[in-house]
């Protein structure tokens, strides 16, 4: 008679570097592209061992086990990300692991022991799928109840701003409307289906729904926060934090958490940046919205070729540095492009261009609007060289200012 459950104990080592393996090489679940191997791994070891305890037929069955590290696992898929096929998918593979590992005990059991073993096993994969999902179900919603705070206090704000001022009111109610009828229409679709059954089915649709919900509801609150960044730059009521940065520092930061999104499309990133470009006195905070902004926008509308970010420090009378320094940065994509007469109005709010290729139902329509007020604000200046099929270049030059330098203007006009 073949023990089973000690077998399982045996192979459980095997059976999770399959299946990691195997989960890390499947071209369907893409999320784990970013997932290190423990992350990866989760709590399937425990699943394991809580599998052979029940395939055993002397140890005693630990269904307790299994039931906690499944709900824990549909917690942790959740907090990474995972979309609810892909965990269809990686529970598909662990079946399959499972036989290819113990088919060769599987053949040489008698029809008894084999018909046990796999219903079993199927039985405990099925278990686990649906207790993972339950869980997983759980935290979205707890994500979306978090999202509707969220999108409660931001409307208090934006409300309170646009009593203020009804600059540009009905362009930002048009542009609200879609998101929110998204958000709206799969809420209502999920809390029908919810009334129907009597309970929230772990199904891929009611998943897809709330998923649906969740990226209408970022959607909607990028655009509420970057027009408070207008409204607020408007109002003269944003202010500069000035600190010694390194430049190259911070643009290959912000190259890192869009080098996902460069590698989903194939793109190559170069980074040139000036060493001499340390200790620049800037707001590091509004710096980064800039060049996020303009590195997303360069990402999302090149299909293929490179993106490049040149920084440099420009030429000046030593004499008079800290007057008349400047550094420059540049953003550079081989992207669609943007069309000449559409080039003047591209750094208005809510406008976006009408080439038919380029308008992109994910803007807002405000990112450029954002980045020309906070260049301003850091006393630069922005340039824009497009045409549709070549790509675009966004030249950014600012005062080229630092702690040393500024005091070293104060001696001399002291001295004056």
């Avoid at 394991?48 to 499944?70: C, N």
């Avoid at 979306?144 to 646009?162: C, D, F, H």
């Avoid at 408007?234 to 869009?258: F, H, K």
């Amino acid at each position: 008679m073949i023990d089973f459950g000690k077998l399982m104990h045996q192979q459980a080592d095997t059976i999770v570097q399959q299946w990691v393996e195997a989960v890390r090489q499947d071209e369907q679940i893409e999320t784990t592209r970013e997932l290190t191997y423990k992350a990866i791994q989760n709590s399937l070891p425990k699943v394991l061992d809580a599998l052979a305890t029940i395939l055993s037929q002397e140890e005693q069955s630990d269904v307790q086990t299994l039931i906690e590290t499944t709900l824990e696992h549909g917690v942790v898929r959740a907090d990474q990300g995972f979309d609810p096929g892909e965990i269809a998918r990686e529970y598909r593979l662990l079946r399959s692991i499972i036989f290819e590992v113990i088919e060769t005990e599987l053949l040489q059991a008698s029809p008894a022991e084999l018909l046990r073993a796999v219903r079993l096993i199927d039985t405990v994969v099925d278990e686990a799928i649906a207790r993972c999902f339950e869980s997983y179900t759980e935290s979205r919603l707890h994500e979306l109840e978090q999202l509707q705070s969220q999108l409660k206090l931001t409307n208090q704000e934006l409300t309170r701003l646009v009593r203020a001022s009804k600059t540009n009111l009905s362009e930002l109610a048009h542009e609200l409307r879609t998101p929110l009828t998204s958000i709206i229409g799969y809420s209502d679709l999920f809390l029908r289906q919810h009334r129907r059954d009597g309970s929230t089915k772990d199904s891929v649709p009611n998943l897809e729904s709330i998923d649906r919900v969740l990226q209408a509801g970022r959607q909607l609150l990028r655009l509420i926060n970057d027009s408070l960044e207008i409204s607020r730059y408007d109002a003269g009521q944003m202010q500069l934090q000035l600190t010694p940065t390194n430049i190259g520092e911070l643009v290959q930061s912000i190259a890192d958490m869009v080098q996902p999104l460069v590698a989903a499309k194939n793109l190559q990133m170069k980074l040139d940046c000036d060493p001499a470009l340390d200790g620049v006195l800037t707001d590091s905070l509004r710096l980064q919205q800039i060049v996020t902004n303009l590195l997303s926008n360069a990402i999302r509308y090149s299909e293929q070729g490179k993106i490049s970010v040149t920084c440099r420090r420009e030429g000046g009378d030593p004499k008079e540095a800290a007057r008349s320094d400047r550094w420059s940065l540049v953003v550079q994509d081989t992207g669609l492009g943007i069309p000449a007469e559409e080039q003047q109005r591209i750094f208005e709010p809510y406008v976006q261009s009408n080439f038919p290729r380029i308008r992109d139902s994910e803007s807002t329509g405000l990112g450029l609007a954002v980045v020309s007020r906070l260049v301003k604000l850091l006393q630069g200046e922005i340039d824009l060289e497009s045409q549709p099929g070549t790509g675009s270049t966004f030249t950014l030059t600012f005062p080229f200012l630092t702690v040393e330098g500024i005091a070293g203007l104060g001696d001399r006009e002291a001295t004056d």
